[in-house]
């Protein structure tokens, strides 16, 4: 079994706040990622996919369709977009990385062509990152 990574950068806007709380409650549960007027992460994204290579090209998955299925439905809808505002797939969820990697695991979980998807990182800073391997 072999393992290939791909990985991605993007830098997006959000706000963490629940409606109902005021901003010192939404501070208080969410620290400066409540800030009511947005701030942005420089976000590393990682997707790992697993499978044995087609004898046929020697490739689990070719890298360069990965590279593609990536860009159309995870990076196209969050580069340089506001997560709460701009991104479909985030409507109506609290932007923590932890639901954003679990939208973005359901965003490709259907678009991979050979192999398996095995696991996506998602690196908000670069002393955390949050993993989800579909369960
Ligand atoms: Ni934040």
Known sequence: MIYLTRRETFAAAHRLFKDGLDDKENFELFGKC???NWHGHNY???VMVSGTPD???GFVIDLKKL???IQE???SKVDHKNLNLDTDFMQGVIPT???IVVA???QL???IPSGNLYSVKLYETENNYFEYRGE
């Open 67 to 69: 590279k593609e299925i």
């Open 109 to 111: 979980k259907d678009n």
């Open 55 to 57: 004898p046929a090209t």
């Open 34 to 36: 409540s800030n009511p």
């Open 73 to 75: 439905h995870v990076i």
């Open 104 to 106: 973005i695991w359901n």
């Open 97 to 99: 990385s932890e639901n």
């Open 44 to 46: 590393i994204l990682e």
